[in-house]
């Protein structure tokens, strides 16, 4: 269906993120209040902020709330707004991050004019994020969590690298990872069902890293986890999987496979001596440690896609 909210929209802005494609934001700001919407731009300061935004923000007030930053910072919005009592306004953004897996997944390109039509009469995805909770408060995610080699990639990338080298950070940190590399065996229950795992990544889409399919029948829309398991273990296996991904060939290499199910949880099976905790990266953030049980969550948000 064709959304088609109040005309005013509360635009979350991560000035960090996307500083060569700064005037992306305000080129779409400038074509949106040319067609006679208000913009109220509030820029983040800290952790935490986007997704304080969102979930307090007035819905009698702002039709949609769209964010400017990466997939981090939508993720905080996503929070924000899947924590709301009664009804909250639609979610549209304005990627600037490294990645943008979520621009990638809605079909979104990355251009002013039809970032602000989407804004403006963008198709209406109703979407139930996947929740992980662990040790900590219940984290929601849009995308996707998980635990193993892409989560201690995640981990080890500090946000001034990231900012310096954008992508070059994690290539750099994969190669750290893979010379530090123990056979972590992971337990994977999804459904009841118990497998194991060297790596394993519980997403919601079909994407991961940016335009890259690791979960071919996974869609937004549907009320679904896919569980993506890295099934061998080693150093040149790990290698192996990367390429295989790069060329668009993960889905169907040996020792890798998907399986769907609504409810799973995480665990160490065997730490092979790695003494540290084992981290879980939600929407490309470090976010909790292992163990981990991930649902659906209760609330579902509105994603605006192009029309």
Same mark, same amino acid.
């Given at each position: 269906?064709?959304?088609?909210?109040?005309?005013?929209?509360?635009? +979350?802005?991560?000035?960090?993120?996307?500083?060569?494609?700064?005037?992306?934001?305000?080129?779409?700001?400038?074509?949106?209040?040319?067609?006679?919407?208000?913009?109220?731009?509030?820029?983040?300061?800290?952790?935490?902020?986007?997704?304080?935004?969102?979930?307090?923000?007035?819905?009698?007030?702002?039709?949609?709330?769209?964010?400017?930053?990466?997939?981090?910072? +939508?993720?905080?919005?996503?929070?924000?707004?899947?924590?709301?009592?009664?009804?909250?306004?639609?979610?549209?953004?304005?990627?600037?991050?490294?990645?943008?897996?979520?621009?990638?997944?809605?079909?979104?390109?990355?251009?002013?004019?039809? +970032?602000?039509?989407?804004?403006?009469?963008?198709?209406?995805?109703?979407?139930?994020?996947?929740?992980?909770?662990?040790?900590?408060?219940?984290? @929601?995610?849009?995308?996707?969590?998980?635990?193993?080699?892409?989560?201690?990639?995640?981990?080890?990338?500090?946000?001034?690298?990231?900012?310096?080298?954008?992508?070059?950070?994690?290539?750099?940190?994969?190669?750290?990872?893979?010379?530090?590399?123990?056979?972590?065996?992971?337990?994977?229950?999804?459904?009841?069902?118990?497998?194991?795992?060297?790596?394993?990544?519980?997403?919601?889409?079909?994407?991961?890293?940016?335009?890259?399919?690791?979960?071919?029948?996974?869609?937004?829309?549907?009320?679904?986890? @896919?569980?993506?398991?890295?099934?061998?273990?080693?150093?040149?296996?790990?290698?192996?999987?990367?390429?295989?991904?790069?060329?668009?060939?993960?889905?169907?290499?040996?020792?890798?496979?998907?399986?769907?199910?609504?409810?799973?949880?995480?665990?160490?099976?065997?730490?092979?001596?790695?003494?540290?905790?084992?981290?879980?990266?939600?929407?490309?953030?470090?976010?909790?440690?292992?163990?981990?049980?991930?649902?659906?969550?209760?609330?579902?948000?509105?994603?605006?896609?192009?029309?």
């Amino acid at each position: 269906m064709t959304f088609v909210p109040p005309k005013s929209i509360l635009l +979350i802005r991560n000035p960090i993120a996307g500083r060569r494609r700064r005037g992306l934001v305000d080129d779409v700001v400038r074509q949106v209040r040319a067609a006679g919407w208000s913009v109220d731009l509030v820029d983040t300061t800290a952790q935490g902020d986007a997704q304080h935004l969102a979930k307090t923000c007035d819905a009698d007030r702002y039709g949609v709330v769209a964010v400017a930053g990466g997939d981090g910072t +939508i993720n905080e919005a996503v929070n924000g707004l899947a924590c709301r009592e009664g009804r909250a306004p639609a979610l549209a953004i304005v990627p600037l991050g490294t990645a943008n897996v979520l621009a990638h997944e809605l079909g979104l390109r990355l251009t002013a004019p039809e +970032i602000a039509r989407t804004i403006m009469a963008g198709r209406e995805l109703l979407v139930q994020p996947g929740e992980a909770t662990g040790a900590s408060a219940p984290r @929601h995610f849009s995308l996707m969590a998980g635990a193993g080699f892409d989560a201690k990639v995640v981990a080890g990338v500090r946000v001034p690298l990231k900012r310096r080298w954008g992508k070059g950070a994690y290539v750099w940190r994969s190669m750290v990872e893979a010379r530090r590399y123990r056979p972590v065996r992971y337990a994977v229950e999804i459904d009841g069902i118990r497998h194991e795992a060297a790596s394993v990544i519980v997403t919601r889409a079909r994407l991961y890293a940016g335009p890259y399919v690791v979960a071919p029948a996974a869609a937004l829309g549907e009320p679904l986890l @896919h569980v993506c398991l890295f099934e061998r273990w080693g150093r040149a296996h790990t290698l192996r999987f990367g390429v295989a991904l790069l060329r668009g060939r993960l889905p169907v290499t040996g020792g890798y496979r998907v399986i769907s199910g609504r409810a799973v949880k995480v665990s160490v099976a065997s730490d092979a001596g790695e003494r540290r905790p084992q981290p879980v990266q939600v929407d490309g953030d470090d976010a909790l440690t292992l163990p981990v049980s991930i649902a659906l969550a209760a609330r579902s948000i509105r994603l605006l896609q192009p029309a």
